[in-house]
């Protein structure tokens, strides 16, 4: 699956506005990740994952940040996420179905954020981005 | 089945109340023909899908988007017995339309996203966690009779 140029088009133009909320929507992401799939905790026993968390914030940021970055070189995203493909691989192991959960966590938070930007085409060409990012973070897994 | 508290009937209910039923079937509908184009393989009849604008003005895809979320309200009212009140349906999804269940899976996370664009900060985590429990039941119960 590759993107098209449409589909960069699309991607890049809404980071810009995703990327002036980026810590809230990393936060608000989780929190629906948390709160619609609960099993996806197990993987955070060592955090506090209450609603405001310091922890949950910062993590929150982590993540759009690592999607920021994928944005950044959307043409060799492989390249540009090789060592979280790494960490993901032989040491977070998160069971390759949770990305699909955040990757859902995270459209929704943007169709509430940006309900006139989150357009059909841009809600597919996200859909498929996340869907590429997942891929590649899960590339080394075996 | 779905097992919701009062309180998360109440959420359902509250937050649904605030979706025009008439008006968003049809984006629910195009949004998964646009997102997903294998699914148009069960609209070959339906004429012009070439485009994402193409689909999203289809009169047929916005009717039978509307049939559609009107039937998912109508299970609303049966929270308690969703595969009863889904089993004819499940019947002609299966032996009729051959839709593989993994397409209400992929429907349900499609009306998550609508409802969020038009509920807005509204549609909060919690009541996105409700709806999808109720969203998994509806998916599972148009898969209960497949055979």
């Not at chain 1, 980071?15 to 608000?28: H, L, P």
């Not at chain 2, 009863?84 to 002609?92: K, R, T």
Request: proline fraction near 3%.
């Amino acid at each position: 699956m590759s993107l098209t140029k449409a589909e960069r088009t699309i991607i890049l133009s809404m980071w810009s506005k995703i990327s002036t909320q980026a810590d809230s929507i990393g936060t608000e992401t989780l929190e629906r990740l948390f709160a619609g799939y609960p099993q996806t905790k197990t993987y955070f026993p060592h955090f506090d994952l209450h609603p405001g968390s310091a922890q949950l914030r910062a993590h929150g940021s982590k993540v759009v940040a690592a999607v920021g970055d994928a944005v950044k070189n959307i043409d060799n995203i492989s390249l540009a996420l090789s060592k979280l493909s790494e960490l993901h691989a032989y040491i977070l192991r998160v069971d390759p179905v949770n990305f699909k959960l955040l990757s859902h966590c995270l459209l929704v938070t943007m169709a509430a954020r940006f309900p006139a930007d989150f357009t059909a085409e841009a809600h597919a060409a996200w859909d498929k981005f996340l869907s590429v990012v997942s891929s590649v973070l899960t590339e080394k897994y075996r | 089945m779905v097992h919701l508290t009062a309180g998360e009937k109440s959420l359902v209910a509250s937050t649904w109340s605030k979706v025009n039923v008439d008006a968003v079937g049809g984006e629910v509908l195009g949004r998964l023909l646009v997102v997903y184009p294998w699914t148009q393989r069960f609209f070959d009849s339906f004429g012009d899908l070439s485009s994402a604008s193409a689909i999203m003005g289809n009169a047929k895809v916005q009717a039978h988007g509307k049939k559609v979320l009107k039937s998912f309200a109508e299970g609303l009212n049966h929270l308690d017995d969703l595969k009863g009140a889904f089993a004819q349906l499940s019947e002609l999804h299966c032996d009729k339309l051959h839709v593989d269940p993994e397409n209400f899976r992929l429907l349900g996370n499609v009306l998550m996203c609508v409802m969020a664009r038009h509920l807005g900060a509204d549609f909060t985590p919690e009541a996105q966690a409700v709806c999808q429990k109720v969203v998994a039941g509806v998916a599972t119960a148009l898969a209960h009779k497949y055979h």
